[in-house]
């Protein structure tokens, strides 16, 4: 294979952060090894929104297994496609239901991480907006209306009424086309204090209506009760101006089967139901939201998504589910492991990005790559617990020990176990794929 040139900014942050356990969040495609079929599962969804359909799924994997690198991956053939996305981890300050603002914080979040393929790293609401409004001018220019005849400003609002009258219908649809028309007013008139009230107001930023009426005339907020209206809200939005869709990639949502409060916990399940219910009978054009979880926030009957009867119901196996056949037309996707064939090809790439961003080449030979992977599958239950994220933290540490030791080589550092894996018991359940074919060990 040809060695791919990655921009050394993009490869610093990358190598940095997976040897860290964190999730790149740009440049995870130059590491992606397997999850093909996943891949081509959530591409076809993102092919139904883009007709004007919705969708959710659930992506289930236990800790360190790959849940939010997919998630980026699919972030970055969204953008590439012609899809404004947005990303949002919950926390104990953000769920999808909660008093004192957390579901606002939420969307809050999720407009700060706002991209689209000229902005993919967030807060692209304002350009959004601001590319929309010119693509408004450009069109009535073309229309055959001079830039400095008078009669210009006026088609150009008679197009904007156009285009927010289907808003209008939705709910919470009149506020919003009421701030977006003082937004334009504001660019108008080079008013920049109004044009920053306005964003203000779309990002949910605004904690009461009093404060909203007084500085722009609008009465209504985005608040903890209808923050998810005006997501769907957005999707239409964003389809009405040239975009294909609306994709949410919300994560970390093991922190609603955290939530000690049963009420509140079944609350956020309730939230979960609704989303689950509108996307699946089309009530929310052009979104797609995809949910990261483990698989005790998924199955656990007293605290996890089981536990609440409409949504269990909803997304138990069937009865010819097993670990024995894929099945990845369902709403939930499980993550297996990867076969050894691609952890195997996975360290291979993840040694030429080591050597491209050092400059110096690896001292580890393809032997010595099979002994390290033969070291971390010859554990005790690594069949089942072994993670990607655990592999390549080990291995990056082993390739930089090699780097700063010129007289070490690699079955030296491994006999002295430097290289260890540590299981852990939120790794995830998988299947063995291994063809001894594929690799000699």
């Not at 076809?44 to 849940?67: C, H, P, Q, T, W």
């Not at 139901?273 to 996307?279: K, P, Q, R």
Request: net charge neutral.
């Amino acid at each position: 294979m040809d060695e791919i040139k990655i921009p050394k900014r993009i490869l610093n942050s990358l190598i940095n952060s997976i040897s860290a356990g964190v999730v790149p969040r740009s440049g995870a495609p130059y590491i992606a090894i397997g999850r093909e079929e996943e891949i081509k599962t959530l591409a076809r969804d993102l092919e139904n929104v883009a007709d004007g359909g919705s969708g959710m799924r659930f992506i289930i994997g236990k800790y360190g297994s790959g849940k939010s690198f997919l998630i980026q991956l699919m972030r970055g053939y969204a953008l590439d496609n012609g899809f404004i996305t947005a990303d949002a981890d919950l926390s104990p300050e953000r769920r999808l239901c909660g008093a004192k603002g957390m579901g606002r914080a939420t969307f809050r979040e999720i407009m700060k991480n706002l991209s689209s393929k000229s902005s993919p790293d967030g807060a692209a609401l304002s350009l959004i907006i601001s590319k929309w409004l010119s693509d408004l001018q450009y069109e009535t220019v073309k229309d055959g209306i001079m830039p400095d005849d008078p009669m210009l400003e006026k088609c150009v609002m008679q197009k904007l009424l156009q285009s927010l009258s289907v808003l209008r219908q939705l709910v919470g649809g009149f506020d919003f086309a009421q701030v977006l028309l003082k937004y334009y007013r504001a660019t108008r008139d080079g008013d920049d204090e109004k044009c920053a009230l306005c964003l203000r107001w779309l990002r949910g930023e605004y904690s009461t209506r009093t404060e909203a009426k007084q500085q722009l005339g609008v009465s209504g907020i985005i608040d903890d009760d209808n923050w998810y209206e005006y997501i769907k809200l957005y999707a239409v939005f964003f389809r009405l101006i040239g975009y294909k869709g609306f994709v949410v990639f919300i994560d970390e949502c093991v922190n609603l089967y955290k939530i000690s409060n049963r009420i509140s916990r079944e609350n956020n399940y309730e939230k979960i139901l609704s989303m689950f219910n509108d996307t699946l009978q089309c009530k929310a054009v052009g979104l797609e939201l995809i949910l990261g979880g483990t698989p005790q926030f998924l199955e656990d009957s007293r605290r996890g998504i089981y536990s609440y009867e409409a949504l269990r119901s909803r997304l138990f196996d069937g009865r010819f589910d097993s670990a024995e056949y894929k099945n990845l037309i369902g709403p939930v996707i499980r993550l297996k492991r990867l076969s050894d064939a691609e952890l195997f090809a996975l360290i291979l790439r993840i040694t030429r990005l080591h050597s491209q961003l050092y400059g110096i080449q690896a001292r580890i030979d393809t032997d010595e790559m099979r002994a390290f992977l033969s070291l971390c599958l010859d554990r005790a239950g690594a069949d089942i617990m072994i993670t990607p994220r655990e592999i390549i933290r080990d291995y990056i540490t082993l390739l930089n020990i090699l780097m700063q030791n010129p007289n070490a080589t690699p079955m030296q550092i491994m006999k002295t176990d430097a290289v260890s894996l540590k299981t852990d018991n939120n790794t995830q359940d998988s299947e063995d794929d291994f063809d001894p074919a594929d690799i000699d060990f």
